[in-house]
């Protein structure tokens, strides 16, 4: 499945009374709550609970979800957006992840 598909067929489900700044908050709290969800999985583990990767593959896609809600609330596509993300980490890693690199990026390197 493409990016840009998967964000048309999430944007089905997104409520049709919230105009586009409710939209984007409501993904904003859901993208929150879903990482809470993920961290909750892991902190379980020190309880002795086993982490169950099928539960955790379904919280990352409720968290897809609410990224997919937030970039249709800004006017943006997946695709654009993982475009310019992998644009700018060629940039900062060319070679691949560098720890010098990491720690000494060019100023305005955001």
């Known amino acids: 499945m493409q990016m840009n598909e998967y964000q048309r067929l999430a944007a089905r489900t997104i409520n049709p009374k ?9 993904a904003l709290h859901g993208m929150t709550s ?3 969800e993920i961290h909750g999985l892991f902190q379980k583990d020190y ?5 169950d990767p099928q ?19 800004m006017d943006w596509t997946l695709e654009e957006v993982g475009r310019e993300n992998i644009v700018k980490l060629m940039e900062r890693y060319p070679e691949g992840f560098s720890t010098g690199k990491s720690l000494h990026r060019k100023e305005g390197d955001i």
């Not at 700044?21 to 409501?26: D, L």
């Not at 309880?47 to 982490?51: L, R, V």
């Not at 897809?64 to 249709?72: G, K, R």
């Open 55 to 73: 539960h955790m593959k379904k919280e990352l896609g409720d968290l897809l979800w609410f990224i997919a809600e937030f970039c249709t609330a």
């Open 34 to 36: 879903e990482v809470g």
């Open 18 to 26: 919230l105009h586009s700044t409710q939209q984007m908050y409501h």
């Open 47 to 51: 309880q002795g609970h086993a982490i």
